[in-house]
């Protein structure tokens, strides 16, 4: 089992910067995979930042350049770094798990954290 718990959404302007934080109950180092998601009302969900083990984080064209995805493994958190952010950032963000392996794992998924981006 895993816990995860999203903490640092909220409204910021145009432009503005915000860190998300997602703290697992176990270490960062057991996961096959995480990720940030973010779904906006009447759209999908979709994949922010993420990577799996071993290899380099991934980012939707939609925020490179702006978004950082990071790990501290001493508190088995995650963050996303979020600058110069854009009305279309506003969504409900999402800490994603996967604990196992490539071929066989379990999702875990945060409670979601609201961002709002709006002047």
């Known amino acids: 089992q895993v816990q995860l718990v999203e903490s640092g959404g909220g409204l910021v302007q145009p432009g503005g910067s915000l860190r998300l934080s997602c703290a697992a109950s176990?270490?960062?180092?057991?996961?096959?995979?995480m990720g940030w998601y973010r779904q906006a009302p009447g759209k999908q969900r979709e994949l922010v930042a993420g990577f799996t083990s071993g290899s380099s984080t991934n980012y939707a064209d939609s925020v490179k350049g702006r978004f950082t995805m990071s790990r501290d493994s001493a508190q088995n958190t995650v963050y996303l770094q979020m600058n110069s952010l854009k009305p279309e950032d506003t969504a409900v963000y999402s800490c994603?798990?996967?604990?196992?392996?490539?071929?066989?794992?379990?999702?875990?998924w945060g409670q979601g954290t609201q961002v709002t981006v709006s002047s």
């Open positions: 176990r270490s960062i180092f057991s996961m096959y995979a």
């Open positions: 994603n798990a996967l604990l196992g392996n490539k071929y066989r794992n379990t999702e875990y």
